[in-house]
């Protein structure tokens, strides 16, 4: 059975299914939670292939939490799941990388508001999210 005991169990199917919003899979450091979010993304790409459904996946990392600011993680969510960028996207690179700035993050929500929108589902795996120090809350900005 290996790891697949939380791809079966009923509180990731009741995520799966959107009864529930959120899964939390809590642990201990080194309990292999990157593992199982690697086996959720593998599986949740595999289910939904071919359909208008993104996956997208986020690895946080205690030696960069200075790095993972909200823009670099909403940047990472629009990078990913696109081997076509939409015009959106595009519009946002063009005139940051023009200006030689990085995205404003209101503009980054927007634009992944946007984006979120041209799907039926999204899957957004965020791994190792009590890597970031406190600073760097995703709530805080």
């Not at 979010?37 to 690895?59: E, P, Q, T």
């Not at 629009?78 to 030689?100: A, E, H, M, P």
Request: charged share 25%; proline share 1%; with cysteine.
């Amino acid at each position: 059975m290996g790891r697949r005991w939380l791809l079966e169990s009923q509180v990731f199917q009741a995520w799966l299914e959107g009864i529930s919003e959120t899964l939390w899979c809590l642990g201990m450091p080194g309990a292999g939670k990157t593992i199982l979010a690697s086996i959720v993304v593998d599986h949740l790409r595999n289910l939904f292939r071919d359909k208008n459904v993104a996956v997208a996946c986020i690895y946080c990392n205690y030696k960069e939490k200075n790095n993972k600011m909200v823009r670099e993680l909403i940047a990472t969510v629009l990078k990913q799941d696109n081997t076509v960028l939409s015009d959106n996207v595009k519009l946002l690179y063009d005139c940051d990388f023009v200006r030689g700035t990085r995205p404003e993050l209101n503009n980054l929500t927007e634009i992944l508001r946007l984006e979120i929108g041209t799907y039926s589902r999204v899957f957004i795996v965020v791994d190792a999210l009590d890597e970031l120090s406190e600073h760097d809350q995703l709530f805080d900005h």
